[in-house]
């Protein structure tokens, strides 16, 4: 299967992969994206082959022979309704990473899903106005150390804490920000603080406020190396603070870009 749209660079072909001399390519763009230590790299050749092999989504973004984005991804449960994505990742800028995902999104209707999942570090602010505004995604959990401790350029060794996110293939948000339309949220006047951001820190404000905001860093990469320590505060306080309310029953209903994660609780604490 191969994909143009409107929506993307329209130099770009995205398709999938079937060969191990593909396969061997996207290998090495994953590596250059995460640069892992021996033995943390996030795919490798032979399940990729497997992954193609048995009707799996394992598709490269090219732009003349060059593939410069590449995603992988996987049914899950319930069977019929879910495709899991795996690894998602591009190496130039201009819209490839979102045509990547619209791609994915036609493939998995077109089998007849309804869901696609996938899970991110929440930390990434970047990545959290990809998968909720351009994308229309939402989260549904919070995992603690979900891979466990990662080495390479993006993670740090730092733990991997991550939500999990659902994204409603047909309904009106994913086919809004299909053709464009940013999904965005506003804070509420009557939000109340729960993280801010002071300097490199987070600012851990108790609010027992029906809707509350959670901030975070502005780039988590660069923190992890000019200030670690800051940046694992920031790990600690995100879990707490995010981590908690989902585990009593909050939902995240958008981001704000300016004041972070929007949360609402269902019912008040006493």
């Excluded at 943390?40 to 973004?61: D, I, K, R």
């Excluded at 791609?103 to 999942?117: D, N, P, Y």
Aim: some cysteine.
């Amino acid at each position: 299967m191969e994909s143009t749209s409107l929506m993307q660079p329209p130099d770009l072909i995205i398709r999938e992969l079937h060969t191990l001399d593909e396969f061997a390519d996207m290998y090495v763009l994953f590596n250059r994206v995460w640069q892992p230590e021996p033995g943390e790299e996030p795919v490798v050749v032979a399940q990729l082959h497997a992954l193609a092999h048995t009707e799996n989504y394992v598709v490269g973004a090219y732009l003349g022979n060059a593939m410069v984005g590449a995603s992988v991804a996987f049914f899950g449960a319930p069977i019929g309704e879910v495709l899991h994505s795996h690894v998602t990742a591009t190496i130039v800028d201009g819209g490839v990473g979102f045509a990547l995902k619209q791609h994915q999104r036609t493939w998995a209707v077109e089998r007849g899903l309804s869901r696609i999942t996938w899970t991110y570090d929440p930390l990434i602010r970047r990545n959290t106005y990809f998968n909720m505004v351009k994308l229309g995604a939402r989260p549904e959990g919070y995992r603690v150390n979900f891979y466990g401790n990662v080495d390479d350029a993006v993670n740090q060794h730092d733990e991997t804490d991550r939500l999990l996110m659902n994204w409603c293939l047909t309904g009106p948000k994913a086919s809004a920000a299909a053709l464009g339309v940013p999904i965005l949220r506003t804070a509420p006047g009557d939000a109340q603080v729960a993280i801010a951001a002071v300097g490199d820190l987070p600012l851990v404000r108790p609010t027992d406020a029906a809707t509350v905001l959670v901030d975070i860093p502005d780039d988590i990469a660069a923190l992890r190396v000019r200030n670690p320590s800051a940046a694992r505060e920031w790990r600690h306080a995100v879990r707490d603070v995010l981590g908690g309310l989902l585990a009593d029953g909050a939902t995240i209903t958008g981001f704000d870009p300016m004041a972070g994660f929007i949360v609402q609780r269902h019912t008040t604490r006493s």
